[in-house]
Nanobody, 115 residues
């Protein structure tokens, strides 16, 4: 099993930045690819970014150039640096991964972009 705990959400003004962090309960080297997804009210959950164990990254078109995903294998953490935030980024952000054929999700952290 894997427990994922997110932190770092909050309220930010348009154009601002936030950094989300996800801590896993076991070595993320053993887990492999880690990702961040988000879900806005009335919308389906969507993949925002993911990073492989080797550091290969993938981003949704809507966040390319603004968001950066990174991982620290020594601390079992995955971070999402979010810059130039706008109202469309408002959502609950979830850390997620697949391990031993099962999907795991964190409890989510709210990000609200508003003036």
């Amino acid at each position: 099993q894997v427990q994922l705990v997110e932190s770092g959400g909050g309220l930010v003004q348009p154009g601002g930045s936030l950094r989300l962090s996800c801590t896993a309960s076991r070595s993320i080297l053993s887990i492999g690819t880690m990702g961040w997804s988000r879900q806005a009210p009335g919308n389906e959950r969507e993949l925002v970014a993911r990073i492989s164990s080797g550091g290969t990254t993938t981003y949704a078109d809507s966040v390319k150039g603004r968001f950066t995903i990174s991982r620290d294998n020594t601390k079992n953490t995955v971070a999402l640096q979010m810059n130039s935030l706008n109202a469309e980024d408002t959502a609950v952000y979830y850390c997620n991964t697949t391990y031993s054929g099962r999907n795991y999700w964190g409890q989510g952290t709210q990000v609200t972009v508003s003036s």
